[in-house]
């Protein structure tokens, strides 16, 4: 059987008046001729020249298109040829009454045009596509978006554009080549589909929703050098998720240079990023002692800005330096806490022979970083575990056991790590302490088995992998843990020298 091609046509809108639809579309010859080829095509299985001309156009069938989410990787090998990926584009296409077309997979060739300037092109791969009235939702994969080699300056001040405003319109023009199931006539590609949008595209907005959420490691070192490893906060605006590689960024104090802030590997996604950063202090400056030494009586402001050489990736380094923004720096570092407790499940069990093993189960209190644990029990702090209050009341002396050395491990940045080690318990027990240490277990059988202790714990890590040794405040009061149960048995009457 054969349709005529125009009856079809003329009825699918007919239909369409009848319905009296409300989208009024202003509609010119052209888009009449492309409505008319799909419906032709989806009825004849027939795709005529005139209809691949009516589609090559720059405002065919696809009308508008959103980017909902983005990921752009700046650590390519080339600076100027960034990767790019999409989870959500939507395209509006040109409405055909009664008809959805059944594309099932469709492919890009994009051409990013900023301010009338073409920066660079991209292709996608074949990405699955579904289509609900005029309506088709789309995805691409990793694709290298290369910049043209006259076009490094404009691409530059587009990414400047991004990283500082709320939002910036971009161009995208290009060809869709479309496959569409067809039923009984198969498949078929459609390519050539022309389209060219203003397509709105939220930018970072300077990136100045900042916040100091932890210090980790403050260490004034030799030389006039001060580090200060810390976790900020970082919000993106954007629906941008961009790889960023190796940032630095120049640390300020009312306007004047203090140090240099290194975030390792940036990554950003949309919202909230938590983030390891390297602030390191020259001391011999003016302004950066103002700072340091502002912290003991207030908060104090740290102007965190780019510049010309942010990155190694010259793309990059227009856009970063174009970034202002601060982080307050809470006085004292005070009322900042960790994400979780760096440890839970606290357990000690001491043989006939008085060897006393302890057994915790570790996770990363850095908001997601992960750590090595180097050091139990460093130099110049009494590493111990003392029973909390209300125990004995009359023990002057709480000390359960100290931290020896040799305890080593590792904590994923999510996971947890639950290791046994053997501590050291008093070598000899007074009659005061081994009515303590009664207490201690009497207090236990009435409470499940537990009793409160306080954590005194310096010990040294390494974050993150990046090598160095840190030593780190993981004290039960300094960290506002409260009191953490230890959990004994029987045995624990073992620790009362006879
Ligand atoms: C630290 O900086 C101060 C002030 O600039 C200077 O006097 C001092 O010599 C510096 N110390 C070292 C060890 O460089
Ligand atoms: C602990 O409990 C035992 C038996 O339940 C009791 O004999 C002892 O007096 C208690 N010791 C203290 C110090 O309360
Ligand atoms: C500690 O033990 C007490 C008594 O068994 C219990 O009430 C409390 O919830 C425990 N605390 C935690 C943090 O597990």
Not at 51 to 61: E, N, P, Q, R, T
Not at 147 to 174: M, N, Q, R
Not at 352 to 375: D, H, K, L, N, W
Request: aromatic share 8%; hydrophobic share 40%; net charge positive.
């Amino acid at each position: 059987m054969k349709f005529s091609l125009k009856a079809v046509v003329l009825t699918a809108f007919a239909a369409s008046t009848a319905l009296a639809a409300p989208v009024v579309e202003k509609r010119d010859a052209n888009s009449d001729r492309i409505a008319a080829c799909f419906v032709g095509l989806l009825f004849t299985g027939s795709w005529p020249g005139s209809c691949k001309a009516a589609i090559s156009v720059d405002l065919g069938l696809i009308r508008s298109i959103a980017i909902n989410q983005m990921t752009m990787d700046f650590t390519t090998a080339n600076p100027w040829a960034p990767t790019m990926a999409s989870n959500s584009v939507v395209a509006t296409m040109l409405s055909i009454p009664g008809i959805t077309l059944p594309i099932d997979s469709v492919r890009q060739h994009v051409i990013i045009i900023d301010n009338g300037v073409q920066l660079g092109a991209f292709d996608t791969p074949w990405s699955a596509a579904s289509v609900k009235g005029g309506t088709m939702k789309t995805a691409f994969t990793t694709s290298t978006l290369n910049v043209f080699p006259d076009a490094k300056t404009a691409f530059s001040s587009f990414v400047g554009s991004l990283s500082t405003k709320a939002s910036h319109p971009v161009t995208l023009k290009g060809a869709v080549d479309a496959k569409l199931n067809l039923g009984i006539f198969g498949h078929l590609t459609i390519p050539g589909i022309g389209f060219k949008a203003v397509v709105p595209i939220k930018g970072l907005g300077g990136l100045k929703n900042q916040k100091y959420v932890f210090a980790i490691e403050i260490y004034t070192g030799p030389n006039n050098k001060t580090s200060m490893t810390s976790i900020l906060n970082i919000n993106n605006p954007s629906q941008l998720s961009l790889t960023l590689g190796d940032v630095n960024f120049d640390s300020t104090h009312n306007g004047a240079h203090i140090g240099i802030s290194t975030v390792k590997g940036l990554k950003l996604v949309p919202g909230d990023n938590q983030v390891l950063s390297y602030t390191f202090l020259d001391m011999s400056l003016d302004a950066a002692r103002a700072f340091s030494d502002g912290l003991y009586t207030s908060d104090q402001v740290m102007g965190i800005g780019g510049y010309a050489s942010s990155s190694t990736n010259p793309a990059l380094n227009a856009g970063l330096a174009a970034v202002k923004s601060s982080v307050t720096v809470p006085m004292n570092f005070q009322g900042l806490h960790m994400s979780q407790a760096p440890y839970k499940a606290w357990s000690l069990k001491i043989s006939t022979a008085r060897v006393a093993t302890a057994t915790a189960t570790f996770q990363s209190p850095y908001y997601g970083i992960p750590y090595e644990f180097t050091a139990s029990n460093p130099p110049g702090f009494i590493n111990q575990v003392q029973a909390g209050p209300g125990i004995s009341s009359d023990a002057t002396d709480k000390q359960i056991w100290k931290f020896k050395d040799g305890l080593k491990f590792k904590v994923s940045g999510t996971g947890t790590t639950t290791v046994s080690f053997e501590v050291d318990i008093p070598k000899t027990t007074s009659a005061l302490q081994a009515k303590a240490f009664t207490d201690m277990l009497n207090y236990s059988k009435a409470n499940g088995g537990t009793f409160p202790v306080l954590i005194d714990w310096q010990p040294t890590i390494i974050v993150n992998g990046d090598g160095t040794e840190r030593l780190v405040d993981w004290t039960s009061l300094g960290n506002s843990l409260g009191y953490i149960n230890l959990t004994i048995g029987d045995d624990f009457a073992n620790i009362i020298t006879k």
